[in-house]
């Protein structure tokens, strides 16, 4: 008991007889200051149109270049096959990210020589530095829409709105971009359906043969699901697909 009582009092007395200095904590102010030369606006300004453009890259990259058609083709390839999660998701993402990069890179050479560095040399504006790169994204567009007779998607969506233009280089982004993304699609699913024949009579005959042999109980799946993957490697279907598939753009 002596020896608790001693315990406090020394508590009390290191406690009491000493300062304690106080802990600084750091203070957070928010506020807008006013710039100090225009450049600080200008450079501000910057950093905010920089950050709008990654939060719309995602988007810009599915509706403006190839990766649409890539990723459709995949998916229909994946279902022909009836595999399942096999190739996984995220592998035919990348790998259509990557051809999009390889299909694209005239595009972007043309845009980083033409746009992009005269902006950064500071020989134009950055109004001129998104005409010229929306001028060059137009033309890759255009080029596909012409490739594969789909112009008449574009005169499609300006008569339902109302608008009128001879010349396909004439319409405004507003209908050319979903046009072109109409035009992707339709290639992909064209491409996809071209994908399901040889399966779907591998399918068919193996369905046949289960019946004829009274083995109905049996998944027809699951016999054809070897052979098609049998079929796939052995015709070499990977370098088949993505030659298909890089030939079957314009080139920009």
Same mark, same amino acid.
């Given at each position: 008991m002596r020896k608790l009582l001693l315990?406090?009092?020394?508590?009390?007395?290191?406690?009491?007889?000493?300062?304690?200095?106080?802990?600084?904590f750091p203070s957070?102010?928010?506020?807008?200051?006013? *710039?100090? @030369?225009?450049?600080?606006?200008?450079?501000? $300004? &910057?950093?905010?149109?920089i950050l709008t453009v990654l939060a719309l890259a995602p988007s810009i990259l599915v509706l403006f270049t190839s990766f649409t058609r890539i990723i459709v083709v995949?998916?229909?390839?994946?279902?022909?096959?009836?595999?399942?999660?096999?190739?996984?998701?995220?592998v035919l993402v990348g790998l259509a990210l990557f051809l999009t990069f390889l299909i694209m890179q005239p595009v972007w050479n043309d845009?980083?020589?033409?746009?992009?560095?005269?902006?950064?040399?500071?020989?134009?504006?950055?109004?001129?530095?998104?005409?010229?790169i929306m001028n060059r994204v137009r033309i890759f567009m255009i080029n596909e829409l012409k490739n594969h007779h789909n112009e008449g998607?574009?005169?499609?969506? *300006?008569? @339902?709105?109302?608008?009128?233009?001879?010349? $396909? &280089?004439?319409?405004?982004?507003?209908?050319l971009i979903p046009a072109f993304v109409l035009g992707e699609l339709e290639?992909?699913?064209?491409?996809?359906?071209?994908?399901?024949?040889?399966?779907?009579?591998i399918d068919m005959v193996v369905s046949s043969i289960l019946l004829a042999m009274g083995m109905i109980m049996i998944p027809p799946v699951l016999i054809s699901l070897p052979f098609k993957v049998l079929l796939f490697v052995a015709v070499n279907g990977w370098d088949?697909?993505?030659?298909?598939?890089?030939k079957s753009f314009a080139g920009g």
């Open positions: 315990s406090l009092l020394l508590v009390l007395f290191l406690t009491t007889g000493f300062p304690q200095e106080e802990i600084p957070i102010r928010i506020g807008i200051s006013p *710039a100090e @030369s225009p450049r600080d606006l200008v450079t501000t $300004l &910057e950093i905010l149109l995949f998916s229909f390839l994946r279902n022909a096959l009836g595999t399942r999660q096999t190739p996984p998701a995220q845009i980083y020589n033409n746009a992009l560095q005269p902006y950064m040399n500071g020989q134009i504006g950055y109004q001129e530095m998104f005409s010229r998607k574009v005169f499609l969506l *300006a008569s @339902s709105v109302g608008q009128k233009f001879d010349k $396909l &280089e004439d319409a405004p982004n507003s209908i290639l992909g699913f064209k491409m996809g359906m071209l994908l399901y024949i040889p399966f779907i009579v088949l697909l993505i030659s298909g598939l890089i």
